[in-house]
Each structure stands twice: as C-alpha cells, then as structure tokens.
C-alpha cells in the first residue's frame, strides 16, 4: 500500500507560521483553504488549514496532516501528519480515521500495527466511509491484523463498491477472477474490471487486458488485449509495458515492429516488481540482437517520449483544471463527530490493492 491519492513545493515549515501570521485575511474559511489547495496554491492552503486546526476543525486537521504526508507545500512530515490525523480522529472524523489507520499500517510516524489499523478502518467502514471499507477488505484479503478470509473481505469491498470505489471494483473483479471467496465466474470478473477500467484504472485496464489476451469471460481478442495494455502502459504499469513489449515482439494483436518492442521493454526494465524487471532484461536483450545499434537508439528515444508523456497529458488536465472558474465548496466550516462525513479532502490516501 502506498500514500497514494484521490494531486501529485515549498516553503520551509519553520516559516509558514510567519507568514501566517503576517497575512490574517487569507484563508479565514475552511472553503477558502480548500480552495486555495485545489488551485495549487499550497502556501495559503496551509495557513488557512493550520489556523482552523489549531480551533479544532477535524477537517482542516485531517487536510493538514494530509499536507504533512504528501509533503505539499511543507515537507513531508509522518510524524507531524500522524498528530493532526490522531487529533482529527479522535473527534470522530471517519477520513481521520482511515488515514491514521494507514500510517499505522504502514508504520508511518508510528511503529507498525495491523490490528491498531484494522481497528481504525473499522471504525470509519461503520460509519460508511467508503475508503476505510475498501481498506478493511483488503486487511481480510490479506490476511493482515485480521485472519484472512476472502468472503469478509468481498463483503467489505461490495460496500465500498456501492459508493463508486474504483479501486474495489477492480479487487471485486480480481475475486471472481481468481474465485476468492465467490465462485469463480469470469463473466463476473470481466463485469467488474470493465468498469474500473473505463474509469481510468491502471490496473484493471491491464487485468481487462489480460481476459481478452486468455479468452475468458470474452472472446479471446489480441487486438482488444494490445488496446488496454497500451492504456495500461501510459499509467506507468510496469507489467503492461513488459507484455506490450512481447506482443509488439511476436505480432501479436498490432503489427510486428522490434523498435516498438524494445521501447516498451526498454520502460519495463525499471519495474520496482523484480521479476517483471529481469523478464524485461531478458526480452530486451533477445529483442536488441535482432536489431542495428541505430534501430536501439531510435528505440530508446521512442521510450523517453512515452516516459514522458504521462507526465504531460497530467500537466495538461490540470492546466485546464485551474483555467476553469471555481465555486467554493458550500459546507460548514467544521464536522460533528461521529457523521458519515464527506468532507472536503484533498484526496484519498493510500491505496492497498
């Protein structure tokens, strides 16, 4: 699991109370302070956090241990995240609640404990909050700070899914996949994958991938399999990229073209997956001795466009983003405990699989 995020610099910590204090008027509203880390602007954003939470707004609390975690706008600080999620929690806040119990996770400004996450996640998947619950399947899944059991953790994931979780569209799809606590059924799993891949998902555009390159729950289509591996590759999916590279080797579902092939293993190489980076250095060396030292360049190049290019379609969105006309968000200032909140947050945090 990783700090992930339902927006990918700063100024020191030690000079934003200074500025705060030399700039009142700014971000006197927790719409305003949101607003302000919407569009980017970090440095009001934190101020207008870091006063409401020192009043004790759960909200602005839990966004500023989010600032604190992401390193936006100050730099990275779990143990400084951790005290503003914990005091955010502790007045009831169910997205508190569920990022506290992923630094504890992922041990985090706090040692390691799975049973203390599980027990947080709990808490807020009861109050419906849609992240804790999609966290809370996956500790079942897992088998971490719970005994695993794949139909607790199918449960959580459906109530999770209800409320349009991406990530537990695609862990419910995997389920059926792979038969873990259903039946399997591929029909099934073809269902749940498509929607989270038309939805942007990386990894469950190379799993839909995979079901049209198998044959199951679809008519085996290589075509349609190279179609959401690319989609898939351009999310910088390590795994994608490698088998891009071997259909684009052996002809398969896109014309046969080396240059092609050696690029996308040329990017699956760096894989943080192990095995996917030595099958990459495997293939990339069979595939480079068919091919001139200037066909490998010309290969190479193609690669850091497409590394590259991720990047700038993000940029890009988000350019258009800030040239849009914001309207403040309209809720209160504050949050009563123990609501099934859906309270203004950056993003999402983390994102177990």
Same mark, same amino acid.
């Not at 008027?25 to 919407?38: G, H, I, L, R």
């Given at each position: 699991?990783?700090?992930?995020?339902?927006?990918?610099?700063?100024?020191?910590?030690?000079?934003?109370?200074?500025?705060?204090?030399?700039?009142?008027?700014?971000?006197?509203?927790?719409?305003?302070?949101?607003?302000?880390?919407?569009?980017?602007?970090?440095?009001?954003?934190?101020?207008?956090?870091?006063?409401?939470?020192?009043?004790?707004?759960?909200? $602005? !609390?839990?966004?500023?241990? /989010?600032?604190? #975690?992401? +390193? *936006? =706008?100050?730099?990275?600080?779990?143990?400084?995240?951790?005290?503003?999620?914990?005091?955010?929690?502790?007045?009831?806040?169910?997205?508190?609640?569920?990022?506290?119990?992923?630094?504890?996770?992922?041990?985090?400004?706090?040692?390691?404990?799975?049973?203390?996450?599980?027990?947080?996640?709990?808490?807020?998947?009861?109050?419906?909050?849609?992240?804790?619950?999609?966290?809370?399947?996956?500790?079942?899944?897992?088998?971490?700070?719970?005994?695993?059991?794949?139909?607790?953790?199918?449960?959580?994931?459906?109530?999770?899914?209800?409320?349009?979780?991406?990530?537990?569209?695609?862990?419910?799809?995997?389920?059926?996949?792979?038969?873990?606590?259903?039946?399997?059924?591929? $029909? !099934?799993?073809?269902?749940? /994958?498509?929607? #989270?891949? +038309? *939805? =942007?998902?990386?990894?469950?555009?190379?799993?839909?991938?995979?079901?049209?390159?198998?044959?199951?729950?679809?008519?085996?289509?290589?075509?349609?399999?190279?179609?959401?591996?690319?989609?898939?590759?351009?999310?910088?999916?390590?795994?994608?990229?490698?088998?891009?590279?071997?259909?684009?080797?052996?002809?398969?579902?896109?014309?046969?073209?080396?240059?092609?092939?050696?690029?996308?293993?040329?990017?699956?190489?760096?894989?943080?997956?192990?095995?996917?980076?030595?099958?990459?250095?495997?293939?990339?060396?069979?595939?480079?001795?068919?091919?001139?030292?200037?066909?490998?360049?010309?290969?190479?190049?193609?690669?850091?466009?497409?590394?590259?290019?991720?990047?700038?379609?993000?940029?890009?969105?988000?350019?258009?983003?800030?040239?849009?006309? *914001?309207?403040?968000?309209?809720?209160?200032?504050?949050?009563?405990?123990?609501?099934?909140?859906?309270?203004?947050?950056?993003?999402?945090?983390?994102?177990?699989?």
């Amino acid at each position: 699991m990783r700090i992930a995020t339902i927006l990918l610099i700063g100024l020191t910590a030690m000079f934003l109370p200074a500025i705060a204090g030399a700039a009142p008027a700014a971000a006197q509203t927790f719409s305003q302070a949101f607003a302000a880390y919407e569009r980017g602007d970090y440095a009001t954003a934190y101020r207008g956090f870091r006063r409401l939470s020192e009043r004790g707004n759960a909200r $602005a !609390q839990n966004n500023l241990g /989010l600032m604190y #975690a992401k +390193g *936006r =706008g100050v730099p990275r600080d779990d143990a400084q995240a951790f005290r503003w999620f914990r005091r955010a929690a502790e007045q009831g806040l169910a997205a508190a609640q569920d990022n506290l119990g992923i630094m504890y996770s992922e041990g985090r400004g706090v040692p390691r404990d799975e049973v203390e996450a599980v027990r947080l996640y709990r808490r807020a998947a009861g109050k419906g909050y849609a992240s804790a619950q999609f966290h809370l399947g996956t500790k079942y899944s897992q088998g971490r700070g719970v005994p695993r059991d794949y139909a607790e953790a199918l449960r959580w994931y459906r109530r999770a899914a209800k409320k349009g979780d991406v990530r537990a569209w695609f862990n419910i799809g995997i389920a059926y996949a792979k038969g873990q606590g259903v039946p399997r059924d591929d $029909a !099934q799993a073809v269902r749940w /994958l498509r929607r #989270a891949a +038309g *939805r =942007g998902d990386a990894k469950a555009q190379f799993s839909y991938g995979i079901m049209y390159s198998e044959g199951r729950g679809v008519p085996r289509d290589d075509v349609e399999a190279v179609r959401w591996f690319h989609r898939a590759a351009k999310q910088e999916n390590a795994t994608a990229r490698y088998l891009l590279g071997i259909m684009y080797e052996k002809g398969r579902g896109v014309q046969r073209d080396l240059v092609r092939a050696y690029a996308w293993l040329y990017l699956a190489k760096s894989a943080s997956d192990a095995a996917i980076g030595s099958n990459a250095e495997a293939a990339l060396r069979r595939v480079g001795r068919r091919m001139t030292p200037d066909a490998r360049d010309r290969a190479r190049k193609i690669a850091i466009v497409e590394a590259l290019r991720p990047i700038d379609e993000r940029v890009k969105r988000l350019m258009k983003q800030s040239s849009r006309p *914001r309207k403040p968000p309209s809720q209160p200032s504050s949050s009563a405990p123990g609501r099934d909140e859906s309270e203004n947050a950056p993003e999402s945090f983390g994102s177990d699989r």
